[in-house]
């Protein structure tokens, strides 16, 4: 590997610090009580409102339909997926350290592999917030879910909900760029040899 | 086609209409007419979901409260109980807020609120306290303009109708007191009335704020001639360390004041050094005297408010502190006193004299330092009408009262008898326009009208009767307002509105001295109340000995607990009732059956205390007043009351059926 294709790989590892700072993904709703508009901020670590109170007013109004409430400590998620982002790190700098052409194609597949997983598990996050819902809820409409949309905008009852990416998710991009760029600079380089 | 044809003829027939009544009323022009008042509509429309410009507050009169206003609109957006017991809000019956209507006289539930003052820093209102005066049991309340709740209400000692207050000094470090009705000094002094001349007085108050937190403290009061003390007004710019006051009854008449106290040509403007008088003070030139008052506070956090009880004040007497007090003749039984921007011009409102009377500040000073002195009162000097007087403005109609000024050259007097207002020149002392004010108009208002700096834009006038203005009301009909525009030559009405209580003096200022700063909740993490609960699992029921403490949570859309058993006849029961939202306007309520106090609401994160002793036995209904949710309805619980010696338990659930 190339000293241009090594540095690429650790700044893909190094890109994903401010996972911890920024969120990578944001809930919006709004409703004929909400002109401001309430929602929720993911961290890989954490829940936040995007006011102080967001959380507060959400699960207020969920609870009339029977949701269950969002509290951070509950979500085991917060406090695995940290673990794996810091191993993701420390793995892109192994490799860039090491040079191995196969660890990082590993890199690049594992990457891939946790997101498909991520968002499956975000949406299965949303189908189990959205469908199991308390029977003894007082607000009861037949055959209505509230599954938030996985990306986009969805009305439910009297809320919009949006779901959209957030900052956070910039920089993951940019890990699977810079990544993807240093596998691209070891196959162009390894061809002329070929 | 027939439709359009039809249309088309309604059309050109309504023109004609028009046309023939233009040539039969004349061309509209000036004042009053069709266009004007299309062009009034336009000037006040405020468009749904818009902000109006100015925030005004009206005082409340006998209702002991201050509304808020919207300008250009006239729409009301609150009204803050401060000197009176709200059953609306609870406020004056929850126990957190009992001790701000503690006196020397005991529990006052009401007073006249007459003339509130915004906080202001280098002479424009600052937009951070408002304060007011109670005209009967002499008070002075501060609200705090983030909550718009009365937070601090300081009484006055050796005060008999603190009228002219509560206005505040360039930098708000004084608002000023002082007695409308001379009393004897001294508490519970025991006199024959007619000994008025030789054992009663007057009282200026000084009372000073501190600058961060707001909160008065009276730093001293000067014994003044037992003459009725009706308004003031402090200095500013050059005249900022004054404070000028009116004063009526020189003839010291304490019977049929109507005849007895109209019968000189002159009274007086008192004018007031308070930075030299403080020196005074400082310097140990005044004595303590026993006076008995309350001072009452409340903290923003929403603790308790609690009664201090003083003692003592400091009394400074003018012959012991020369300079700091000199009387200026002024016709005839003068009400308001008003200070132009500059802080040259002191424009008087002799209600029964025939002009408005204006003295120089740069003229008052020449004449004290050239002693131009007629006459002295206890060691007041007395200065020569000719040597402050300015000008007289000729011809300003019947009982001239108060003055605001626009900022562009022009003062702004009210006339009560004659009903309108005057427009003059503080160049020429002229008057250059008037126009009518439904009617008998008392003070007036421009948005920073008593400022260094007014908004010449509106003017409000507030008026004493509505007769046939409204749809009529009854015998007795609530007090009205005119907002004018002023920023042309002429005056033109815009609004004719009523309003709420009998409001005396208003303030205005600019919507973005405030709205930044404007609460939306009361933060629990601040909440400070030793009987809060912070959260829905602390809700609880406590008895220690004859009295029940609920610790009750107010959560959409319950109560809890919402079922208690085990009350006693003779028991005293306190609801401790948090609202536990953290939501911008989500309003909970309580009230429960037979409760002879009042229902209180709660904003959210607020802690109120409501006492209640059931006389009888049996099941008693509570629920919440404020329809706070879709299921406001089910917001409801039950207590049980049984009899002294009864053995029932005391429970509490929530949600177990
Ligand atoms: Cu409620």
Redesign the pocket.
Known sequence: MSIRARLLIILAGLILIPLWYIPFWSISMTAPQYPEGIGMYISINDIQGHNRHDLQSINTLNHYIGMKEIHKEEIPELRIIPWIVKAMIAFALIVGLTGNQKLLISWVVLFIVLSLAGIADYWWWGYDYGHNLDPRAPIKVPGMSYQPPLIGTKQLLNIRASSFPYWGSAFLALSFGFATASAWLNKSAARPQN | MTKLLTLKNIVVVTAVAVGAALLLTGCPSGQGNLLDRGDAAQKTYVAPGEYDEFYAFFSGGYSGQLSVWGLPSGRMFKNIPVFSQDPETGYGYYEESKPLLETSYGFIPWDDSHHPHLSQTEGVADGRWIFINANNTPRIARIDLEVFETVEVLELPNTGGNHASSFVTTNTEYIVGATRFSIPYETDLDVPIDSYSENFNGAFSLIKIDENTGEMSLDFQIIVPPYNYDLARPGKGPSADWIFFTTYNTEEAHTLLEINASAYDKDYVAALNWRKAAEYVRDGRATMIDAEYYHNYYDKSQGMAVSQIKDQVLLLDPKDAPGILYFMPTPKSPHGVDVDPTGEYLVAGGKLATVIPVHSFSRMIDAIENERFIDEVDGIPVLDYDATIVGEVENPGLGPLHTEFDGNGYAYTSVYISSEIVKWSLETFEVVDRIDAYYSIGHLMIPGGDTVNPYGKYMVGLTKTAKDRYLPTGPKQNHPAQLYDISGDRMQLLLDFPTIGEPHYAQAISRDKIMPNARRIYELSDNNNPYAIKRVADARVEREGDVVRVYMA?I??HFRPDNIEGIKLGDTVYFHLTNLEQEWDVV??FAIKGMNTAEVLLAPGQTKTLKWTPTRTGIYPFY?T?F??AL?QE?QGYVRVSAADSDVELTWRTGDL
């Open positions: 107010n959409r859309s909970h309520g919440c404020a706070c949710s406001h917001m």
